[in-house]
């Protein structure tokens, strides 16, 4: 056991510090702040102060993201299949035979001087051209024929049976067609000595009583029916039975049908003005470029030309009036007098005439129109008129809309009074000519009806373009309520 004293040992004395000197405080801390390491931290808080202040002034909004793990892709877009026929489809009645199959097998007796077998040959586009050799390229040559320019009836009907566009259940239609050999019916009658007013309406008017009996044509009362009428708008226009042509436009029933016709009335909504067929007849994308490339750096050696005959029964004749015209101009017009069968199918002079002219004169036919219109910008030849119904206000649907940009206007009265058409025609540019020469060039497509049956790839023809423009027409019908019954 451990003792206890009886006296504990005294408390250590502790020295108490001496109070720091203010003086010497302040020099150690002037020390510290100016040591290298004070500086770098007092900038490093500083900066940070001043990064804090910055980003609370900006105005952000406050996000809350998802966690990634939370993240989806979202599914790609997948893309609806065009619809390629997005205004509209077809249904092709099938009539009856009398109204266009035996017309066609009957072809011996619809001219009373000779048989129109071989203008109505390879579906309507005629026997193949011959003696064109050195005039077209080689190798597009086998897309030339002898087309008459009465058939637009048959190429239609031939291609819309087999357009993509084309419905097999009316039901399923927006648009009707209706394939009567209208043209060629009235045509058999026209110059006979013994036809009589009933021999010419009788087929159009078998047509009507048949059609007029389907449940689609009284649901609409002909809105949405449409028929190419292979003549021009006069032949089926007649008032009294002593006139010529048939009445078929203006029988009960063809009111409100849209008509495909080679020469319109431009006072009738319901006539559409389509190109005469021409010779040539492309069988590709390819051959349609080829053509374009070939008139546009053809070299031509004659300012300007003109094909056509007199017409000694008529007064004051313009036609012949241009042939003596051309003929004075020698230098500069070449001409090609058709009088006679000299022009008939089955030639290239005038193909050769325009190809080889700057300019075309085309004064009105035994109409307004004529088909040499055609044959001219096809060759890119830029069209003189001397009417403006011959053109202009025919084929809005086919020709440029600034008439000043293909082609150009002389008033035939001041021809007639002196007007030289050469000094005129000499009076624009080299730069203007090949502007407007392009600009038919351009066009070309559009005056001529492809080969192919189903269309050429992808280059839209004549018949493209009014078939679009017949279903645009009645797209609009339905959605404007632009109907009277």
């Given amino acids: ?68 793990n939370s993240l989806k892709p979202e599914p790609l877009p997948v893309p609806e299949p065009e619809d390629r026929c997005g205004s509209g489809r077809v249904f092709v009645y099938d009539l009856p035979k009398t109204l266009n199959q035996e017309i066609l097998q009957n072809c011996d007796d619809l001219n009373p001087w000779s048989s129109r077998c071989k203008a109505l040959a390879n579906e309507g586009l005629g026997q193949q051209a011959t003696g064109i050799a050195g005039v077209v390229p080689e190798n597009l040559a086998p897309a030339w024929y002898w087309t008459d320019q009465f058939v637009s009836e048959v190429i239609f009907h031939n291609r819309i049976l087999n357009h993509k566009c084309r419905v097999m259940e009316p ?4 648009a009707f067609y209706i394939p009567f050999y209208a043209g060629l019916a009235v045509g058999k009658y026209l110059w006979s000595n013994s036809s009589t007013a009933q021999d010419r309406d009788r087929h159009c008017e078998m047509m009507l009583r048949w059609v007029q009996d389907q449940q689609y044509y009284k649901r609409s009362e002909g809105w949405d029916h449409f028929i190419t009428m292979g003549r021009i708008t006069w032949d ?61 750096t053809r ?45 008939s199918n089955g030639t290239s002079a005038i193909l050769e005439t ?37 053109a202009y206000i025919q084929y809005e649907w086919f020709l440029p809309g600034e008439p000043e940009s293909y082609s150009v206007y002389i008033d035939r009265n001041a021809v007639t009074n002196g007007t030289s058409i050469k000094n005129v025609l000499q009076g624009f540019s080299r730069e203007e000519v090949e502007k407007m020469r ?21 280059v839209k023809d004549a018949f493209d373009i009014a078939l679009e423009g017949v279903l645009r027409r009645f797209k609009e019908h339905d959605e404007w309520g632009f109907r009277w019954k």
Wanted: aromatic share 12%; proline share 8%; with cysteine.
């Fill in 1 to 68: 056991m451990l003792s206890i004293s009886e006296h504990p040992s005294k408390e250590p004395q502790l020295k108490r510090p001496k109070s720091p000197d203010p003086l010497n405080s302040f020099n150690s801390l002037l020390q510290l702040i100016h040591h290298p390491r004070t500086c770098l931290l007092f900038a490093i808080l500083a900066l940070q102060v001043l990064l804090l202040f910055t980003l609370r002034s900006l105005p952000f909004s406050r996000q809350h993201f998802s966690p990634p």
């Fill in 171 to 174: 039901e399923s239609a927006t």
């Fill in 236 to 296: 089926f226009r007649r008032s009294n039975d002593q006139d010529w042509g048939s009445r078929c436009i203006y029988l009960p029933g063809m009111r409100n049908i849209t008509r495909l016709l080679i020469e319109r009335n431009p006072w009738d909504y319901f006539d559409v003005g389509v190109p005469y067929p021409t010779g040539f007849h492309p069988r590709s994308d390819s051959d349609v470029a080829e053509w374009q490339s070939f008139v546009r």
């Fill in 299 to 343: 070299n031509r050696t004659k300012l300007f030309c003109f094909a056509g005959a007199k017409r000694g029964a008529i007064k004051n004749d313009f036609r012949g009036l241009l042939l003596s015209h051309c003929e004075s101009e020698s230098e500069s017009c070449r001409v090609v007098d058709c009088s006679g069968t000299k022009c």
């Fill in 354 to 390: 325009f190809l080889d002219s700057d300019f075309c004169l085309q004064p009105r036919g035994d109409s307004f129109t004529r088909r040499s219109i055609f044959d001219c910008m096809v060759a890119g030849s830029i069209p003189v008129f001397f009417w403006k119904r011959t």
């Fill in 438 to 458: 392009g600009k038919v060039i351009d066009y070309i497509p559009k005056f001529l009806y492809a080969k192919p049956q189903e269309g050429l790839e992808s």
